[in-house]
């Protein structure tokens, strides 16, 4: 990588942009008289949440082994991928780059910027073409790259990840939101290494708390420090906190969630061998198969008739569905769908 300066990335307005900074949160008392924030002195979520999200920050370092200045938390990634955006990204002049076909709210946040979305095509196993990113990335000026691994809609991982960090010269972002079904190793680990890295978490997917809405970016104290600062003062409900700090007392309750689906997708796999209308389904490391109709039109009607919701993919990704791992009862339904429409 060449030589790597955050202060040149980030926009001019947001470098001298002071942070909102609770008086409360950041001092230490024992037993205050909170007079300060006009909230109601009754009830049980009566006081504003802590900003700073302390606890939840030290619970994370120990399960991720990073100091607290190196985990800011969102509502939701998708709050994290915003904020990125409007950090690095100067509004109509700036641009970012992501795979195609992968996760729309890159696009779609920059598009509420007025950023342009450059994408790199993947080839047909869905891996992304060395080639293309070198030379995308030598005639363009891009501030944000989103790497999606394992990525979202096609499952499979992100080969040789480092490559494409250590190559670029502006931020990566690795989104892991499905890394807990894959075994692959974090990007976590290339943090030390690379000053423009930001990895992406989420409580959503494998912790099981998509209502919770608590997302987690883990990179250098200096962006963590520009996270904090643009982000919302009270962006994660105290509601959220108390109950993903409980859920981290209970890391079994990760691993059971995982196993299971895990054992559920190896079911499923084995079932859709035997469904007629499937043509294929794409390796996958993560809790979702995608995978290729034969009629994809009627499938997905059908299933819908059934009331059974998958995504649709087609036609961005030709007669394509995204279908993900329920649990044995709703996976039953599914196949039986599916065997019933294949007759
Ligand atoms: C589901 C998903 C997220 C998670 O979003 P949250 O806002 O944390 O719920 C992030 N990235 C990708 C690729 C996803 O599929």
């Known amino acids: 990588m060449k030589e790597f300066n955050l ?3 980030v926009r001019k307005n947001i470098l001298s942009l002071q942070p909102y900074i609770s008086f409360r949160d950041h001092n230490e008392f024992n037993a205050p008289v909170m007079l300060d924030a006009n909230e109601c002195p009754f009830g049980e979520f009566n006081r504003y949440p802590d900003s700073s999200q302390k606890k939840l920050k030290n619970k994370l370092k120990e399960l991720k082994s990073l100091s607290p200045s190196k985990i800011a938390l969102g509502n939701g990634s998708d709050e994290l991928i915003d904020l990125i955006i409007k950090i690095f990204c100067e509004p109509k002049k ?17 598009a509420v910027n007025e950023n342009e979305v450059l994408k790199l095509d993947l080839d047909e196993n869905f891996e992304i073409l060395k080639d293309d990113f070198i030379k995308i990335t030598q005639e363009r000026d891009i501030k944000v790259f989103f790497l999606c691994s394992p990525n979202n ?5 992100v080969q040789d990840i480092e490559f494409f960090v250590k190559n670029f010269d502006g931020i990566v972002v690795i989104d892991e939101a499905y890394i807990e079904f894959s075994g692959n190793r974090s990007g976590i680990e290339l943090l030390d290494k690379y000053s423009n890295l930001i990895v992406l978490q989420t409580f959503s997917k494998a912790w099981g ?5 608590v997302g987690a970016a883990y ?11 643009v982000k919302a003062p009270y962006n994660v409900n105290s509601l959220s906190q108390e109950l993903i700090l409980n859920l981290l007392d209970n890391k079994d309750k990760l691993k059971e969630n995982v196993e299971k689906v895990l054992e559920e997708r190896v079911w499923l796999e084995k079932q859709f061998k035997t469904i007629e209308c499937i043509e294929k389904v794409f390796p996958t490391d993560a809790n979702f198969f995608l995978i290729k109709m034969k009629n994809v039109e009627k499938v997905y009607n059908r ?6 919701l998958t995504s649709k993919r087609a036609p961005a990704i030709p007669d394509c569905i995204r279908i993900n791992v329920g649990n044995r009862e709703e996976n039953e339904k599914l196949i039986s769908v599916l065997k019933r429409i294949a007759s």
């Open 7 to 9: 202060n040149t990335l």
């Open 94 to 110: 700036d641009a970012i780059l992501m795979m195609n076909p992968s996760f729309a709210m890159y696009a779609f946040y920059a």
């Open 153 to 157: 809609p096609t499952g499979n991982s």
């Open 209 to 213: 708390t998509a209502g919770a809405r």
């Open 219 to 229: 990179a250098s104290e200096e962006i963590i420090r520009f996270i904090n600062t």
């Open 303 to 308: 299933m819908l008739e059934e009331e059974i």
